[in-house]
């Protein structure tokens, strides 16, 4: 076994010598080395050197139980001691997978009741291009190949998943966008809706959906994907009246609706799915992230009956991962739903810390003169960082607001996100009210210092 007592500078020289991290510029490692993170517990992290840090981020939005929990690592050593790989091509299934399809099948809603396994909610879209575009080409309509996103969204960083994705810097990587996908812009009312109530924008950023299917044609239309409440590009809850309108246009122009579950899933919006939460009936549900709390890598496509009837008869279906279903991560992320459902963590969501949670960043609205909104439901929220509350005005890029203020959290033990201008939350879902405090006690000091460099 590899020893992992290496000193700290050991571990960032190793790294930076050997290492291509993730959405991070290579230089800073050389230059200030990364953070190495040696163990968890419940919401709790810690470094290297013994360092105590608050986790408001849950990883990277998916461990929603906490950290630490024995029941998954005791059900992972187990599954793997008994079958520790099996594949699903070919007419072979396992235990795990068929028990999780099935368990997914009673969370979900009515109409969806057959699943697709993925290892990433990347993949996991990916396939759902592939079977979107199949659900019509079977039926004759070839044509119907174009699937409109949004202006940041994200949903993944394959090929296909980053060309979903409405992150202009993602695109920029591969040469723009690609593999018929076009986006129209994400409702993010304080940006966007002036002059407009948060409803009547709601309509009218929807209204760009039939806006985009009238100009490309509808039989030139495959789906719509969106996240029910768009996470990494900045916790952007949509007014009540948008989705409503979505699924009507889905539905008058026959185009397939998928909700990308992958962050609003399990429990973090206050309901199993941010579909039930925003009433959505999608098509398509990709899940990933909180579906094993992260504990291993997992992905689900949800799919609505109408879809797998079409599928269904179309015969030798050529699509599929090795690692599609695999046994243990299947057993962990089954581990996972029995503590969500175990412990009340969906309705905890809902009544308690999730209330709670909102009402101690809302006193940071009204203290702070940089926050301009809290977005959010549920255990997702975000701040909108201003210069100006009554102009609007956003601090600028060389501003550099939103990172100054992450970096003085962390300095503080609190992990927190910079999104654009604004500061991203998403902590695990067991997070206590102390915790809470915590971190809008932290949050409060980095606001007074990153207003004080604004000048504000
Ligand atoms: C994280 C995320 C993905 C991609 O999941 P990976 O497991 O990183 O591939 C897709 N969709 C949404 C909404 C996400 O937040």
């Not at 929603?64 to 594949?87: K, W």
């Not at 809850?237 to 998928?258: G, V």
């Not at 199993?272 to 939460?277: A, R």
Request: aromatic fraction near 8%.
């Amino acid at each position: 076994m590899f020893n992992p007592q290496k000193a700290t500078g050991e571990w960032q020289t190793l790294d930076a010598r050997h290492h291509l991290h993730s959405f991070t510029d290579p230089t800073l490692i050389e230059s200030e080395g990364s953070r190495i993170i040696v163990r968890a517990e419940g919401s709790t992290v810690w470094d290297n050197d013994g360092r105590e840090i608050l986790d408001c981020m849950a990883g990277l939005w998916c461990v929603n139980i906490g950290y630490g929990r024995r029941e998954l690592s005791d059900a992972a050593a187990a599954q793997m001691a008994l079958l520790p790989y099996y594949n699903n091509h070919f007419q072979s299934a396992s235990p795990p997978m068929i028990e999780l399809a099935a368990r997914l099948a009673g969370l979900t809603p009515d109409t969806i009741n057959h699943f697709a396994f993925a290892n990433s909610g990347s993949e996991a879209n990916d396939a759902i291009a592939r079977l979107a575009r199949q659900f019509w080409q079977l039926q004759g309509r070839v044509t119907k190949r174009t699937i409109i996103s949004r202006t940041m969204a994200y949903h993944g960083s394959t090929v296909m998943g980053s060309a979903l994705g409405g992150m202009p810097h993602m695109h920029a990587m591969d040469g723009g966008v690609s593999n018929e996908v076009v986006h129209i812009a994400h409702p993010h009312w304080y940006l966007y809706g002036e002059g407009l109530s948060r409803d009547e924008f709601g309509l009218k950023a929807a209204r760009a959906l039939e806006d985009k299917i009238l100009e490309l044609g509808a039989e030139n239309v495959c789906a719509f994907i969106g996240e029910p409440v768009q996470g990494a590009g900045g916790v952007i809850d949509p007014p009540s009246t948008y989705w409503p309108e979505i699924q009507r246009i889905c539905k008058q122009y026959d185009i397939l609706l998928i909700a990308d579950e992958v962050i609003c899933g399990f429990g973090r919006t206050g309901s199993w799915f941010g579909s039930q939460t925003l009433g959505i009936q999608p098509d398509f549900m990709p899940m990933a992230k909180g579906l094993s709390s992260g504990y291993l890598p997992v992905a689900a496509v949800g799919i609505h009956d109408r879809v797998y009837n079409v599928l269904a008869d179309g015969g030798h279906l050529a699509h599929g991962y090795t690692y599609s279903g695999h046994p243990v991560a299947c057993a962990v992320a089954l581990a996972n739903i029995d503590i969500i459902e175990n412990e009340g963590l969906v309705a905890r969501v809902r009544d308690d810390i999730g209330p709670y949670f909102m009402a101690a960043l809302d006193k940071l609205v009204d203290s702070s003169p940089i926050v301009g909104e809290r977005r959010g439901i549920g255990m997702m929220a975000a701040l909108q960082l201003v210069k100006n509350k009554d102009t609007r005005e956003l601090p600028t890029l060389t501003d550099n607001a939103s990172i100054f203020c992450r970096d003085y959290c962390y300095n503080e033990g609190l992990i927190v996100r910079a999104v654009g201008p604004s500061i991203v939350l998403s902590p695990p879902l067991i997070y206590t009210h102390a915790e809470v405090d915590q971190t809008v006690d932290i949050l409060g000091r980095a606001l007074d210092a990153t207003a004080k460099k604004l000048g504000v």
